[in-house]
């Protein structure tokens, strides 16, 4: 049987080896949003220079992934970071998450319709990373309750394989993240989302504020 991997543990170890180096080791961040980001780019800010990623073709309308986009790059803009951060915003293009996921429209949230949704998203960030010369690429994702941290990491070390780049192990939920999070959105102003991102998640979440609208009402 697999031994559970403390991905946290993991992370404070990169960190411990690349403190102290005189150029700062660089990382291409992957983010799906900016209240999502907003307690990585805190963390991570004080030891990597970072490269924030907006690259999200799973997001519906078009115009949630281009308010989404705006978001991040005006919290960048705001956040005092003491290794200044970059931003490469992407375009809309959803025809690739479609072809990702097809065949697994129908499979709920969290499986592997969504594990598709992420190799897709972080194997871009790896192909962006490795053409900037980054050092590392990783993924705001795990920061959510909701999402698989383990799958997220072997799915994150799979593609650094396949491209050669090394990627940061990390859960970014540990060390209260998640609720680090919300107090950044907060204190930023920071537009937060009620779905995931994908229609197939906004059709979920309005399924089930109309059920529980319904079972309020009898």
Known sequence: METKQNYQKILEQTISQIEGLREP?????HSCCAPCSSYVLEYLSRYFAITVFYY????????????????????????????????????????KFYEAVKGLEQIPEGGERCFACFRLRLRETALAAKAAGSDYFTTTLSISPLKNAAALN????EIAEEI????????FKKKNGYKRSTELSKEYGIYRQDYCGC?????????????????GQQ
């Open 56 to 95: 999200n073709p799973n997001i519906y309308p078009p115009e949630e992934f281009y308010k989404r986009r705006e978001e991040q790059e005006n919290f960048i803009a705001k956040f005092p970071a003491r290794i200044p951060i970059k931003f490469m915003g992407t375009e809309y293009g959803s025809e």
């Open 25 to 29: 080791t660089t990382l291409m961040l």
């Open 154 to 157: 072997c799915i994150g070390g």
């Open 164 to 171: 050669g780049i090394k990627y940061l192990y990390s859960d």
């Open 199 to 215: 229609v197939y998640s906004l059709q979920e979440t309005r399924s089930r504020r109309q059920e529980s609208e319904t079972n």
